[in-house]
């Protein structure tokens, strides 16, 4: 049974997820060096490659003019045409991994075990991980049976990336050396094994997100509210706190989906990326994809009536309290703090 | 146009705990309602059947108790419901199996899922349209119709928006905020509760019988958690006086 990642890249640089999976894949079998597979074209996709084989013992290249930008569609067909049978692939559970790889794995004919955050023991033809269910409330075990293979996508952040092969291989300097040579002896071209690529969905071109009113980006305060503001007339008590404190507002997603918010305001993976100082989730349950929208470990502060919501397990300080009680008491407080200072 | 639209019944997690009775949820006072994915999905069916023309369906794989959101979803405008019995406790693999049996039947143009069921894992629309041999887009956030086939942006990271155009038919999963999904009374609900609504098991779609999943669900757990965060106590003066502390210590205020 041989060990896939596929490796997703932009401007010819791999990745974080990159070495993440190879981390998980050395979960599923220590002994084994993983491949890393490659898609794309021209020197973007040879520099990917370059930077993959720095990390990866072997790479395996999938060059071909449709796979430019990684249409799923079109990925999927040289993926099932590179990988033999039986194998286990894995690749990030994000934008790309959530379009690829539940086909990807009914192609191969193999298990599909989504959003793994750990991966617990491979025993025989059975691979036993752990995933979270219901925003992370509760985590369960899934048994695969991994006989005709697997399709794997790990939850970016979940693996800690290890050291890169060389230092792991024993192979050291000489085979970064040969890395970063011109021809790399570790990267296979298997580009000759894909046939002409069809697609019945094209893709046309990106819009990049818009810019809002004000930069979350840029705030070391943010008051940031979820689903438990309840209605739109709340925002307001947000607000309040905020300008009190001189601070600004974030949310979570299901505000915007409401349209109580706009989309700049957004904190998380399909939202922007914050590094603020301190961070005030109010009503907030702390689901992966809006915690990967914290940077720069800021101090959190977590507001919430439910003591068992997860995003307690990751804050610094929590507070179990009705958010539209308890943020007045706050902007109370951060106003007679204002006037003493005066 | 046909859309089919899969839904799924789902506790809703916001308004619940989730407690642990063995290696189970705790599932008697658990408040059930639809997918919150899903319900976009079927809004963003009936726009597109309300300013064309065509009609909805809406189908679940369940038991009798899963019922209640097909009827809540024809209060919406779905013309048709129905109920695919295929056993307990099927992996996605399968419950895709289910679908696309289903489909195969009916001359759908497009098939609408959500992106991901509250205890699911962002599968069974991919898997579906790759066992109909169908293209597929995830993440949708909007869908243009022209002719033979659709427009469609993507969410992808950061916000920015992916633009792909896609033959039907095709199976498109709907990330939420596509819409604003319209309000169902209980007046809504009682109209539609006469309507019959089919429910077809394995044989009368054709499936044979069990092939044993892939992957199974061991049961829940509450994971050990690393030191967690310290509870502040007292009144909510005394703790707003300690946040207050706690922000000017780490540089959150000026
Ligand atoms: C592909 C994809 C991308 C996504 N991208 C993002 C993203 O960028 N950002 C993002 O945030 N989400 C994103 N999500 C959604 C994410 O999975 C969660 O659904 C979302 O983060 C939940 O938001 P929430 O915590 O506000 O709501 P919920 O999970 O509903 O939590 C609400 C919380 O409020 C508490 N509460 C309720 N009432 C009160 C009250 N009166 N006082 C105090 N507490 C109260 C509840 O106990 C609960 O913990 C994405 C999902 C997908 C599938
Ligand atoms: N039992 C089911 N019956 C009908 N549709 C389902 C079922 N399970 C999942 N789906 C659909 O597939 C989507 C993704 O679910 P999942 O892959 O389980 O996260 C959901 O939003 C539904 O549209």
Not at chain 1, 180 to 191: E, F, Q, T
Not at chain 1, 284 to 313: C, E, M, R, T, V
Request: charged share 25%; proline share 4%; hydrophobic share 45%.
């Amino acid at each position: 049974m041989r060990v896939f990642a596929y490796i997703e890249h932009k401007a010819g640089a791999p990745d974080d997820t990159a070495a993440e999976l190879q981390a998980a894949a050395k979960r599923i079998d220590a002994a084994a060096a993983p491949v890393a597979i490659v898609t794309g074209a021209g020197a973007e996709l040879d520099a990917a490659c370059a930077a993959a084989a720095e990390m990866y013992s072997e790479v395996w290249k999938v060059g071909n003019s449709a796979l430019e930008y990684p249409n799923a569609e079109l990925v999927r067909q040289a993926v099932v045409a590179v990988v033999p049978r039986g194998s286990v692939v894995l690749m990030p559970h994000d934008h790309f991994g959530i379009d690829l790889a539940p086909g990807l794995a009914v192609k191969l004919g193999a298990a599909y075990v989504p959003d793994v955050v750990a991966i617990e023991v491979v025993a025989g033809t059975e691979l036993k991980a752990v995933r979270q269910e219901f925003g992370g409330q509760v985590s369960t075990h899934v048994v695969a049976d991994i006989s005709a293979g697997a399709v794997l996508t790990v939850r970016p952040g979940a693996f800690q990336a290890g050291g890169a092969y060389p230092a792991e291989g024993g192979r050291g300097t000489e085979a970064r050396e040969v890395a970063r040579g011109p021809s790399h002896a570790n990267i296979l071209d298997k580009s000759a094994e894909v046939g002409a690529l069809v697609a019945k969905r094209r893709y046309l071109g990106r819009i990049a997100a818009e810019a809002g009113d004000v930069d979350i980006t840029r705030q070391p305060l943010l008051v940031s509210i979820g689903r438990g503001i309840q209605e739109q007339d709340n925002i307001a008590i947000a607000e309040e706190l905020a300008e009190a404190l001189g601070a600004v507002v974030s949310c979570s997603r299901p505000v915007v989906d409401a349209k109580w918010l706009p989309k700049s305001r957004q904190v998380g993976t399909s939202g922007k990326t914050v590094k603020p100082k301190v961070y005030l989730a109010c009503g907030i349950s702390g689901a992966f994809q809006h915690l990967a929208g914290l940077k720069g470990n800021p101090f959190l502060i977590a507001i919430n009536k439910n003591p068992k919501a997860p995003i307690f397990q990751v804050a610094d300080v929590g507070v179990v309290a009705d958010l539209l009680e308890f943020l007045p008491v706050l902007t109370e407080k951060a106003r007679e703090m204002r006037l003493t200072a005066k | 146009m046909k859309i089919l639209v899969c839904v799924k019944r789902v506790p809703d997690t916001s308004d619940n705990e989730i407690e642990l009775q063995g290696d189970d949820i705790r599932r008697d006072d658990l408040v059930y309602s639809v997918n919150e994915w899903d319900n976009y999905a079927v809004e963003e069916a009936l726009r597109i059947t309300e300013s064309l023309e065509g009609q909805v369906t809406v189908v679940t794989v369940g038991g009798d108790d899963d019922e209640e959101v097909l009827r809540r979803q024809m209060a919406m405008g779905a013309k048709e419901g129905a109920l695919l019995s295929a056993g307990d406790g099927l992996g996605g693999a399968e419950v895709a199996a289910v679908l696309a049996a289903y489909a195969k039947k009916g001359n759908f143009d497009l098939i609408l899922t959500g992106v991901q069921a509250e205890d699911g894992c962002a599968q069974v629309g991919g898997m579906l349209a790759a066992l109909l041999d169908w293209p597929f887009a995830s993440l949708v956030n909007a869908i243009e119709v022209m002719g033979g086939k659709l427009k469609v942006w993507r969410e992808v990271e950061g916000g920015d928006k992916e633009i792909n155009e896609i033959d039907l038919p095709c199976v498109l999963s709907i990330q939420t905020g596509i819409n604003e999904p319209r309000y169902v009374g209980m007046r809504g609900i009682r109209q539609v509760a006469a309507v019959p609504i089919p429910k077809l098991g394995k044989k009368e779609l054709g499936m044979s019988a069990d092939a044993a999943g892939k992957v199974r669900r061991e049961g829940y757990f509450v994971p050990a958690v690393g030191k967690g965060a310290e509870m502040l106590q007292g009144s909510a003066g005394e703790m707003a006086d300690k946040v207050m502390e706690l922000m000017r210590a780490k540089g959150g205020l000026k």
